[in-house]
């Protein structure tokens, strides 16, 4: 007769149980995401356009306009990206439009499709305009708007991760998205360093500087919030990417801090920071299958 | 039980059209494992049989609710406490929740996933674009995406044959009254009374109901149950929980968020010499 002790049972269990049991079989309360790997890496792509997108308004006002260019068109072609990634996941892709049938404020997806919809209109009609030469005002107003959607587009995702069932990822949700909003800052200081060292090199080595303190702090003070739940963020799959993701995002800052004039090394710094933020998506997915499988996360999660 | 529902004129949300909230009561105190409440709920809902697999966990090869498996009897096999030579056998079909906060419907991006008439949860095939969300938002891990056909399935609440006068398949195929279907408010008063009987009996000493009470984390269940072991022995979460107020200080921090972000670019720019 088979003690119901889940898995972590020893081999030589004694005849009477003296722990209570804590599952059913071991088996799995809440699921796993049902989702594929165009999730995580939107989450990436979503969040650097979004920082992107603030940077070209923003360097459009300082009087920038050489680097707000190159931010805009990177942002545009990751608001391209974005949705096929979002809508080759979907269960019935064809149905894509779906997303746009209401508004559902409880819904943080919902409220990102349609953050997302409007983002990639303001920054096409932005880049149309400029292309088209359009009066400045014109291209201003679309790249403004796309400015004011781009943060929460980066930021929108975390919450989604937060209201849901996951025990690790629920335990966050105050923490995420300032994790979430500093690695996108760094990703978008990242690509500026990537695209080249000319104006406003300085600028966005600030932004991956200031970018990784935030997101390694938000981190730490996430992980040290969590307790036991912060469990899949040091073993497993979870832990071996989010290990990855701190040593390159700090790589990533030390070496566009400490590079000095070297275009070399202000590149390579520019990808590691670039590198580390999708990292960090993947990091906190999969952290995310690892909370679910065991059912013990979520027990403790709801005794404490 | 089997007090058939009004049908209302029109489909307005139960407490505009006055309805009856209609939910399950399983009573797994006289479950007797029989899972005939899996079989008449796949035959009557054409859910897709499941790959034969022993599991080895006693008589339990469903092992979970799924998109395939709408309802699933739970064999719990324990060694008594009290007496070695003793094994106690509990059975329990689960089911889906229709939770009163039903997370799978607040997190809906399609608005596919519905509040009937009947107030139960159910979701429209011919809108769900299959994003997912519902099943990793779901406490209970019921609702899940069918990875054939991408769309989300779970229990209907037999809303098909709710609107015609009769009760749920499972309810009408168990054997031994252990899932009665009915009027959520009598369920319940019914519950309470059974729980007392089954306190006073041998083995009923750690009876409770799960799900029954509005002030819990979901609002409480319009599927809700009597167990006679901790749920989590069920494989069901301790405490459940979606609340509307944890999702507007999600948005809170996140607007801090993007601020920090905003001013952390504006911070980077300005300062350039």
Redesign the interface.
């Known amino acids: 007769m088979a003690a119901v002790e889940g898995r972590e049972e020893p081999a030589e269990r004694p005849l009477v149980p003296r722990e209570r049991p804590r599952s059913y079989y071991g088996l799995p309360i809440v699921r796993r995401p049902a989702w594929t790997w165009e999730v995580p890496l939107y989450f990436f792509t979503g969040g650097t356009a979004g920082a992107l997108a603030a940077v070209s308004i923003l360097a459009r006002w300082s009087g920038q306009h050489r680097m707000g260019r190159t931010a805009r068109r990177v942002a545009l072609a990751g608001a391209l990206v974005s949705p096929a990634l979002l809508i080759s996941d979907l269960g019935r892709p064809a149905r894509f439009l779906n997303m746009l049938r209401v508004l559902r404020p409880t819904s943080p997806m919902s409220i990102g499709s349609w953050t997302l919809a409007g983002f990639g209109t303001a920054l096409g009609m932005a880049e149309a305009a400029d292309l088209a030469g359009f009066p400045v005002a014109v291209t201003g107003t679309m790249e403004g708007a796309a400015g004011i959607l781009g943060p929460i587009l980066a930021n929108y995702t975390a919450v989604l991760l937060g209201d849901t069932a996951n025990p690790t990822w629920r335990g966050g949700r105050h923490f995420l998205p300032f994790v979430f909003s500093g690695s996108s800052l760094s990703a978008a200081g990242g690509v500026l360093c990537l695209a080249g060292p000319g104006e406003g090199g300085a600028a966005s080595r600030r932004m991956v500087v200031v970018g990784t303190a935030l997101e390694q702090a938000a981190f730490l003070a996430m992980e040290s919030q969590l307790g036991p739940l912060a469990e899949p963020y040091r073993t497993g799959t979870g832990g071996r990417l989010a290990r990855a993701h701190r040593r390159a995002s700090m790589a990533g800052a030390l070496l566009v801090l400490g590079g000095g004039r070297s275009p070399l090394l202000q590149r390579l710094g520019g990808a590691l920071a670039v590198g580390s933020s999708a990292l960090l998506r993947q990091a906190v997915y999969r952290a995310g299958f690892q909370a679910a499988d065991d059912p013990a996360y979520l027990v403790e999660s709801q005794e404490r | 039980m089997s007090s058939a529902p009004r049908q209302p004129a029109v489909a307005l949300p139960l407490w505009q059209a006055g309805g009856t909230r209609m939910g399950f009561f399983t009573d797994s105190s006289v479950c007797i494992g029989c899972k005939a409440c899996e079989v008449a709920c796949k035959e009557w809902n054409g859910v897709p049989d499941l790959k034969p697999a022993w599991?080895?966990?006693?008589y339990?090869n469903t092992?979970?609710l799924g998109a395939d498996s709408w309802r699933h009897v739970?064999f719990?096999?324990?060694?008594?406490?009290d007496d070695?030579a003793g094994?106690r056998w509990l059975m329990s079909s689960d089911v889906c929740k229709h939770c009163t906060r039903a997370?799978c419907l607040?997190?809906?991006?399609?608005?596919?996933i519905f509040r009937s008439e009947f107030g139960t949860v159910v979701v429209q095939d011919d809108?769900?674009?299959?994003?997912?969300?519902c099943?990793?938002?779901?406490?209970?891990?019921v609702i899940?995406?069918?990875e054939d056909?991408?769309?989300?399935f779970k229990c209907t609440l037999c809303y098909d044959r709710l609107k015609v006068g009769e009760q749920p398949a499972c309810a009408k195929a168990c054997p031994t009254a252990s899932i009665q279907f009915g009027p959520v408010e009598e369920l319940r008063e019914a519950a309470r009374a059974r729980l007392e009987q089954v306190r006073g009996q041998p083995g009923g000493e750690e009876a409770r109901l799960y799900g029954a009470d509005e002030g819990d984390g979901v609002g409480g269940f319009g599927a809700f149950f009597l167990l006679l072991d901790?749920p989590?022995?069920?494989?069901?979460?301790?405490?459940?929980?979606?609340r509307?107020r944890?999702?507007v200080?999600?948005?809170g921090?996140?607007s801090?968020?993007?601020?920090?972000?905003?001013g952390?670019?504006?911070?980077?720019?300005?300062?350039?010499?």
């Open positions: 599991s080895g966990n006693s339990d092992l979970r739970a719990v096999e324990r060694v008594r406490q070695a094994v997370a607040e997190v809906c991006p399609t608005g596919a809108v769900c674009n299959g994003c997912g969300y099943v990793v938002a779901c406490p209970f891990g899940e995406r069918r056909d991408g769309r989300a901790r989590e022995v069920y494989g069901l979460p301790p405490r459940p929980e979606y509307r944890d999702v200080t999600m948005w921090a996140a801090v968020a993007a601020w920090l972000l905003v952390g670019l504006a911070g980077a720019l300005r300062w350039r010499r």
